[in-house]
């Protein structure tokens, strides 16, 4: 993330960092077993493999969170991007015949550089800040700097 920054002030370029945490991922863990959790995790990150770029930089960052840095991406992008991938994960879910009863969904907060901050430190808090303010507001969201946005699968 720091190099990315770096090369986004560098070049004058924008730059989105998308973080996003599976719903109710504990009650799957404990309703199901950890296995199914496991099989849910590799299947968003299946799904994150095949929506993004390749110049994107996706990576686990917690237990069930997942970070992607976009380079040269805008706001408006970053929000195609992930409403395609919650799309892609709902599609892969009842693919895999994952054994939960319940819909499997995410919830993303975006934040952009430099719209949001320079600090490589700030865009992370602002897209979790954003991330926990759709779980909020009833998860399966995707939230930016605009108001509330909702997309769903």
Known sequence: ???EV??????????CL????????????DNYGHQVGDDVIV?????????FRSADLCCRYGGEEFVIIM???STEGALAVTTRL??????SCRDR??????????????SS???????????????????????RGGRDRIETHSAGIVARA
Do not use: C, W
């Open 113 to 135: 550089y430099p719209v949001d901050g320079e600090a490589p430190e700030t865009l992370l808090r602002t897209a979790d800040d954003r991330l926990y303010h759709g779980k």
């Open 86 to 91: 919650q799309k892609q994960f709902a599609n």
């Open 97 to 110: 015949k994952i054994p939960v009863t319940q819909r499997i969904t995410f919830t993303a907060g975006i």
């Open 1 to 3: 993330l720091d190099r």
């Open 6 to 15: 770096e090369r986004a002030a560098r070049l004058g370029h924008e730059l």
């Open 71 to 73: 380079p040269d991406a």
């Open 18 to 29: 998308i973080m996003l945490d599976i719903d109710h991922f504990k009650s799957i863990n």
């Open 43 to 51: 299947t968003l990150a299946n799904a994150i493999g095949k929506t």
